[in-house]
C-alpha cells in the first residue's frame, strides 16, 4: 500500500510540475494563437486557450456555468481517486500508473482553470489541413492513464476467467 501511495503522489507531483512548467514556457514565450513549426506538415507548437473541455466541449456556455461546472466535476473526480486508491489498494501498477496519469493530469488543467478561467494548449498535430484539436501534458496524461485503465481492466477479466 505505502508503496503505490509514493508513486502515486511521487508520479503525480512529476506529471503536475512537468505540465505547468510546459504550460508556463508556453505564455512566457508565445503570443496568443502565435504558432511554430516543429514538423512541417504534421506538429506545430501553438499558444490557444481553450474554455471549455475536450474538443471545445461546453467552451460557449456562460463563464460562471463553465468556473462551476468544470471546477466541481473535477474536485469529485480528484475525490474518487483517492478515495479508491486509499480504500481498495489496487495490487495493480498498471492501475496505480493509470488513475496517477488521470489525476495528474486533472489536476493540472484545474490549475489552470483555477489561474487563467480556461486550459492553456499548446501541441498541434495535423496532417495537411487536418487539425486534431490543440493539446497539453496534462490533457495526454489523462488520455494515457484512461487506455491504461482500461487495459488494466481488460488484462484483470482475462485472468478473472482463467482463474
Not at 58 to 74: C, G, H, K, W
Not at 108 to 120: E, S, T
Not at 140 to 155: E, F, H, K, N, R
Request: charged residues 10%; aromatic residues 16%.
Amino acid at each position: 500500500m505505502k508503496k503505490n501511495i509514493l508513486i502515486f503522489f511521487l508520479g503525480a507531483a512529476f506529471v503536475i510540475v512537468l505540465d505547468q512548467i510546459t504550460k508556463c514556457a508556453i505564455t512566457s514565450r508565445f503570443f496568443m494563437h502565435e504558432s511554430y513549426p516543429v514538423i512541417n506538415g504534421f506538429f506545430n507548437l501553438v499558444y490557444v486557450m481553450n474554455p471549455g473541455a475536450a474538443f471545445g466541449f461546453l467552451a460557449n456556455a456562460p463563464e460562471i456555468f463553465r468556473y462551476i461546472f468544470f471546477t466541481s466535476i473535477t474536485i469529485v473526480a480528484l475525490v474518487l481517486i483517492l478515495y479508491y486508491l486509499v480504500k481498495s489498494n489496487p495490487q495493480s501498477l498498471m492501475l496505480v500508473c493509470a488513475l496517477t496519469l488521470i489525476f495528474a493530469g486533472a489536476v493540472g488543467n484545474l490549475i489552470d482553470r483555477l489561474r487563467f478561467g480556461a486550459v492553456v494548449d499548446f501541441l498541434d498535430v495535423y496532417i495537411w489541413s487536418a487539425h486534431w484539436p490543440a493539446f497539453n501534458v496534462a490533457d495526454s496524461a489523462i488520455s494515457i492513464g484512461a487506455v491504461l485503465m482500461i487495459w488494466d481492466m481488460i488484462a484483470n477479466r482475462n485472468k478473472d476467467k482463467t482463474s
